[in-house]
């Protein structure tokens, strides 16, 4: 009888606590042969020799480095071939289309990974039964796998021309493709004579025996030999006893039993999809997959329990959609995203692989890969039709999703430059939302009476508040900008970066034009009375520059204010705004300095925060400065966008004016000075 040797479970991968922090790499290795008739092949997809990468500190900046992958049961996490991982044409992830086969089994074997490889039935795919044939006439000879990388041990360079070497100590296989060009040349698809192994097949077919007899160490074969040969079983002797034949009979029972208990337990907790086969293959006692179970189970508890995930699953159509949009925003401008995490530097590696394309070049890829359509031989004009959906090409069941790609990428960009505006107004006003286009009454309240004491037995008094209302409606802004059929035909990538800025940036501009022509303006107030008013109490009778002086009237006016029922306020400014002509005096008024004497301090020292806007310069006159109290304290400016719709708002659909796609921006705003009693304004000098 040939004796077995039990092989120790291999450790699985704790995918939650453990997540792959790099892009999916890929490793290649020659093909040899396949099985016509079960149009499988079987292939050593990796032997873990050492391959030259390179890391990049920038958009275009590479540092070589040398990557070693550690080929063991321990260091390689199978679970994911080993649970139909797919077989890809040159690692084309983007499509189905791209599927020529399935891993059926994945392992490892003397220092290498293995896999079998099995091609669906001849006329079942046109694609994969052109692989198959291309693999069995010695015409396609190399596999490559992509991966992911777990755990990594970087070992400096020693010297200088050395370069740094990454040892992956724990990788997890996602997919084996057949390409071209080889990398790992120690891996190879295992010949025709080795394809079959015995010894599995003896251990799915006999029963389980009781006892183990030691056996020899077996030895594993190395690249390029043969592994070695195991003796033939010896046949059983032809006289067998009645009870020899219940004990085997009874062993094939209750083997039976374990594995459909152990199968039962691993569907009702949900275990991994390995779990049961891994387990009844290794001959794991049930008492011991129950533990097993249970502790994974304990596991999962504890985990939600202290850190609660929420895992988001995106198809590659949405990845390539994504690496295509970053490459378009970096062409048109290099420093589109900044890589300030882990998920921007990934999505700027994926989208090294479309640098040099042009547009057209872009779209065709993407409308091949997620329509599984070929668009080669179009014209440009012809290109450009399809991929902005003008014209539909053959095969296509709908129009290309590409115009919306490129709508993304100008529409991102112009909310990017419409917040990179700068806009001083924020501080001194407060924001709100409207509910619709109506006109809104803002009702001010004042006039809170003092408490009144209240002797025993007595009553509560009511107190009244006095009000007053100002009104105003948001309106709508907006214009439109299009990508059309030359945009993608001459490679225009200020569609993409320079108008949408423009855009964005003259959105941020009208808001800065209706704020602060409010305190230019002089608006009226619902009393009947301008908003800088005499009666008011905050205008200066006299105008002058900002000084110790003016700037201590300004603040002894804002201080004096009094509520509608006559109560002092003990208001304080906290913003002095001034246009560019005032810039340096100001600077002085609130700088910080050491003194050498009494009469040198500055008293207005960080007092309060200035504001330079060039709008508060007007076309000819006197040019006026401002102060004005911090919003929370009271009310000044307020501000509204449509709600839903803060900010700067966009939209697309395909042109019916133009051949292309027209994005609209959309601005809902409006603002009014609430209550005059926070601001003061000095007319100052020409």
Excluded at 218 to 243: H, K, L, M
């Amino acid at each position: 009888m040939t004796h077995l040797r039990r092989m120790k479970p291999m450790r699985q991968s704790n995918l939650v606590e453990m997540p792959a922090t790099l892009p999916m790499q890929v490793r290649v290795a020659p093909v040899s042969s396949a099985d016509a008739e079960a149009r499988t092949v079987e292939v050593v997809f990796t032997t873990g020799a050492a391959v030259r990468r390179r890391r990049w500190t920038g958009w275009d900046t590479p540092v070589p480095f040398d990557e070693i992958l550690v080929v063991s049961r321990d260091a390689v996490d199978l679970s994911r071939l080993n649970a139909g991982g797919p077989a890809l044409d040159s690692h084309s992830m983007w499509s189905t289309f791209a599927q020529v086969g399935v891993v059926d089994r994945a392992w490892i074997e003397g220092g290498q990974g293995r896999a079998t490889i099995r091609f669906p039935s001849k006329g079942v795919d046109e694609r994969a039964d052109r692989m198959f044939a291309m693999v069995s006439e010695g015409i396609i000879r190399n596999v490559s796998v992509g991966y992911s990388v777990d755990k990594v041990r970087v070992i400096p360079p020693e010297k200088v021309g050395d370069v740094e070497k990454r040892i992956v100590e724990r990788w997890t296989p996602h997919e084996i493709s057949f390409v071209t060009v080889p990398a790992d040349a120690g891996a190879q698809v295992r010949s025709q004579s080795t394809a079959v192994f015995p010894v599995e097949f003896i251990t799915r077919a006999e029963p389980v025996i009781q006892e183990e007899p030691a056996m020899p160490e077996r030895v594993d074969s190395t690249a390029g030999s043969e592994p070695a040969p195991i003796a033939e079983r010896t046949a059983p002797s032809p006289v067998a006893t009645e009870d020899a034949e219940k004990r085997a009979a009874a062993a094939i029972e209750a083997e039976r039993k374990r594995s459909a208990e152990i199968t039962a337990l691993a569907q009702r907790h949900d275990m991994p999809a390995d779990f049961a086969s891994r387990h009844i293959a290794e001959g794991t006692p049930l008492d011991r997959v129950r533990e097993l179970v249970l502790e994974e189970v304990a596991q999962r508890a504890e985990k939600t329990r202290i850190s609660p995930r929420t895992q988001v699953v995106t198809d590659e159509g949405d990845t390539l959609r994504r690496a295509i949009e970053a490459a378009v925003a970096l062409r048109a401008n290099p420093q589109a995203i900044v890589t300030n995490d882990e998920a921007s530097r990934t999505l700027v590696a994926a989208a090294r692989e479309w640098r040099g394309m042009s547009l057209l070049e872009m779209g065709r890829a993407f409308v091949e890969d997620t329509h599984g359509v070929r668009l080669r031989g179009l014209s440009k004009r012809e290109l450009a039709g399809v991929l902005l959906g003008l014209t539909r090409a053959a095969g296509m069941m709908s129009t290309s999703d590409f115009p919306n790609l490129l709508a993304n990428v100008a529409s991102k960009r112009l909310r990017d430059a419409y917040r990179a505006a700068p806009q001083t107004w924020r501080p001194l006003c407060r924001q709100s939302n409207a509910p619709d286009f109506k006109e809104r009454a803002i009702v001010q309240l004042a006039g809170m009476p003092e408490f009144q004491r209240v002797r025993e037995g007595g009553e509560y008094t009511y107190a009244s508040l006095s009000e007053s209302v100002e009104r105003y409606s948001i309106a709508t802004y907006g214009r439109i900008i299009a990508i059309t059929r030359q945009t993608l035909i001459n490679d225009d990538l200020g569609a993409f970066d320079r108008l949408p800025s423009l855009f964005g940036r003259a959105a941020a501009e009208l808001e800065n034009d209706l704020v602060w022509d409010i305190l230019m303006s002089n608006p009226q107030m619902s009393d009947g009375k301008a908003l800088f008013h005499t009666d008011h109490n905050n205008l200066a009778s006299s105008g002058g520059a900002p000084s110790e002086a003016t700037v201590e009237a300004a603040e002894i006016a804002i201080g004096e204010q009094k509520d509608a029922a006559g109560k002092p306020m003990n208001l304080r400014p906290r913003f002095l705004i001034v246009p560019p002509k005032y810039k340096v005096a100001a600077q002085k008024l609130l700088a910080s300095v050491t003194a050498t004497k009494t009469g040198d301090v500055n008293v207005y020292q960080n007092a309060m925060d200035l504001i330079i806007e060039q709008r508060l310069k007007p076309a000819s006159g006197t040019v006026p400065w401002f102060m004005a109290v911090d919003p929370a304290q009271w009310d000044t400016i307020e501000y509204a966008y449509l709600e839903g719709e803060e900010g700067l708002y966009t939209e697309e659909r395909m042109g019916f004016e133009v051949d292309g796609i027209e994005i609209k921006g959309r601005l809902d705003f409006g603002a009014k000075a609430i209550d005059y009693r926070g601001f003061y304004k000095n007319p100052g000098v020409s």
